[in-house]
């Protein structure tokens, strides 16, 4: 199959690799495509689902700085990909 993509598209998944995110087009198009599809399934609670979803973070404990968490995760994943 081939694509033809935007020059602001191909700039992402450029950028991806040169930053060694991913080894080819490819493989970015398709984590792309694996992300849209787990957030398109995260989308499937009611509204009631998500409702009850906060009320249990919100009881779950002190909450955590968005931010840091983000960091801390960036900062794993730089470990495990060397």
């Given at each position: 199959?081939?694509?033809?993509?935007?020059?602001?598209?191909?700039?992402?998944?450029?950028?991806?690799?040169?930053?060694?995110?991913?080894?080819?087009?490819?493989e970015a198009v398709t984590a792309a495509l694996?992300?849209?599809?787990?957030?398109?399934?995260?989308?499937?609670?009611?509204?009631?689902e998500w409702d009850a979803l906060i009320a249990?973070?919100?009881?779950?404990?002190?909450?955590?700085?968005?931010?840091?968490?983000?960091?801390?995760?960036?900062?794993?994943?730089?470990?495990?990909?060397?």
């Amino acid at each position: 199959m081939r694509l033809t993509l935007d020059s602001k598209t191909q700039k992402l998944i450029f950028d991806r690799i040169a930053r060694n995110d991913y080894a080819t087009v490819e493989e970015a198009v398709t984590a792309a495509l694996d992300a849209l599809d787990r957030e398109e399934r995260s989308g499937a609670f009611d509204p009631t689902e998500w409702d009850a979803l906060i009320a249990d973070g919100e009881c779950s404990g002190e909450a955590l700085d968005g931010e840091a968490v983000l960091a801390e995760l960036r900062a794993l994943r730089e470990r495990r990909n060397g």
